[in-house]
């Protein structure tokens, strides 16, 4: 079975750029999750699809980032303009059910963003 | 605020020891734990999901839950340098809460 797939790995821009970063999860998982994850700290949640619905997206500066789900499928999540701030690994993962239940959350590769 | 709480460590234990990793959680209405490995530059792995009190098995790691404590721990057995990553503990109660993780040292 295919894992969670993600591109780029890395990405370097300068501050006020914009970036794009893609998920596919795995086959047949209703759920994807894009986390922040900084060094040194756990993984920050920053939105919830459920199919192509948002289900949570309290934690993500809807100012700069952006996200879409078309097609229930894979993912984007955008960020624009990008602050020295936001440089830290964008982890995408999916599971078969919401969060709310217990369905266990498994993770791409992730991007290393890094804002000059 | 729901919060999960990890020592950060670093944890170092000698190979061939017992790992004792804690973890303490804030919300009583948490209903399933799950136990991750992340090795440096690398992505979280599942390794351990336990859902009723008492142990739970599989292979060197055993993952106890104490939900009256407030309290959930991952034992690794016989430890080997390949254990040597961080370890992040996740609490499900309607969304999945992370702690920061306890880096493991493990020295040959």
């Known amino acids: 079975e295919a894992g969670v797939a993600q591109s780029p790995r890395y990405k370097i821009i300068e501050k006020r750029q914009s970036v794009a970063f893609w998920c596919n999860p795995i086959s047949g998982h209703a759920t994807l999750y894009w986390y922040q994850q900084i060094l040194g700290q756990g993984p920050k949640l920053l939105i919830q699809f459920q199919n192509n619905g948002v289900v949570d997206d309290s934690q993500l500066p809807k100012d700069r980032f952006s996200a879409e789900r078309l097609k229930g499928v894979d993912s984007t999540l955008k960020i624009q303009p990008a602050k020295l701030e936001d440089s830290a690994v964008y982890l995408c993962a999916s599971s078969l059910g919401p969060a709310g239940v217990s369905y266990e959350q498994y993770f791409g590769p992730g991007t290393r963003l890094t804002v000059t | 605020q729901k919060e999960v709480e990890q020592n950060s460590g670093p944890l170092s234990v000698p190979e061939g020891a017992i790992a004792s990793l804690n973890c303490t959680y804030s919300?009583?209405?948490?209903?399933?734990f799950f136990w991750y490995r992340q090795y440096s530059g690398k992505s979280p792995e599942l390794i351990m999901s336990?859902?009723s009190n008492g142990d739970k098995e599989d292979g060197r790691f055993t993952a106890q839950l104490n939900k009256a404590s407030q309290y959930v721990s991952l034992l690794i057995r016989d430890s080997q340098p390949s254990d040597s990553a961080t370890y992040l503990c996740a609490v499900n109660c309607s969304q999945l809460i992370w702690g920061a993780g306890t880096k493991l040292i493990i020295k040959p």
């Open positions: 919300d009583r209405g948490s209903q399933s």
């Open positions: 336990i859902y």
